[in-house]
């Protein structure tokens, strides 16, 4: 059958979410692990398998990118094929593109160093936890971000508490947009959320664009359509 928007990466059957993880075995590389989620045959893809290529992807691509505006690179990265329309590999993405507008834009960062940090720790970030732990990755991600550019630990000061009050901000924002889940619209919404912060807090100036025309409303099944701020005809359009 034909693969739907949202649907199993194997068959293209719509994916079925479950209350409570269970015991689910990878279709594409065999490992056993916890679920929270699998299509209506009973296909699996792992985090890691859903999300490895895309990390990777982002990393080399990022590195190619010279804009100021990370809202320009996250739909150059959301255009690439690996890539899909939701998934954790999103949890990568926020962050790298911010990372790589805040060197274009004199942030005096080790590009590659960061992203591959980004790329570590994000990757520990499961997928679907903006319903299940209450916490969107694309937030996560701007606080990793954060903590890479100021290089923050668990035993900073201010930093510690910078890399918090992003995450929060970030969080705020996807909250009061609701839900279903669209990692389109909350990687948007994280990444216009955290510009003027930094922009504040670390005196780096990324550029935004006047607006945000989403071009994946037809892919998402879940689409919050005139409601979303990102919609061509929103009905309260996103403007910085």
Not at 70 to 92: D, F, Q, R, W
Not at 95 to 109: H, P, Q, S
Not at 204 to 216: F, H
């Amino acid at each position: 059958m034909p693969r739907q928007p949202n649907a199993c990466l194997v068959c293209g059957a719509p994916l079925v979410y479950f209350t409570e993880e269970r015991p689910m075995t990878c279709a594409n590389c065999g490992k056993t692990c916890s679920a929270n989620a699998a299509c209506e045959h009973g296909h699996f893809i792992c985090d890691a398998c859903h999300g490895s290529a895309g990390r990777v992807a982002v990393r080399l691509r990022c590195l190619e990118l010279t804009s100021r505006d990370p809202v320009a690179v996250a739909l150059e990265l959301m255009a690439l094929p690996a890539i899909h329309m939701h998934g954790p590999e999103h949890h990568t993405l926020a962050g790298a593109a911010l990372l790589t507008a805040y060197a274009n834009a004199g942030g005096g960062i080790n590009l590659e160093q960061m992203l591959r940090a980004l790329e570590q720790r994000s990757a520990k970030v499961p997928g679907g936890t903006c319903g299940f732990w209450g916490c969107c990755g694309a937030a996560v991600s701007v606080g990793i971000f954060t903590s890479l550019v100021t290089g923050s630990t668990p035993l900073s000061g201010e930093n510690h508490g910078l890399c918090n009050r992003m995450t929060a901000a970030c969080l705020q924002a996807i909250g009061e947009a609701g839900g279903p889940r669209c990692c389109k619209r909350n990687t948007f919404l994280a990444i216009t959320t955290a510009v003027p912060l930094v922009r504040e807090a670390l005196g780096v100036s990324m550029d935004l664009p006047e607006g945000i025309a989403c071009t994946y409303v037809a892919r998402n099944g879940e689409c919050l359509g005139r409601n979303c701020p990102f919609h061509p005809l929103a009905h309260q359009p996103w403007r910085p």
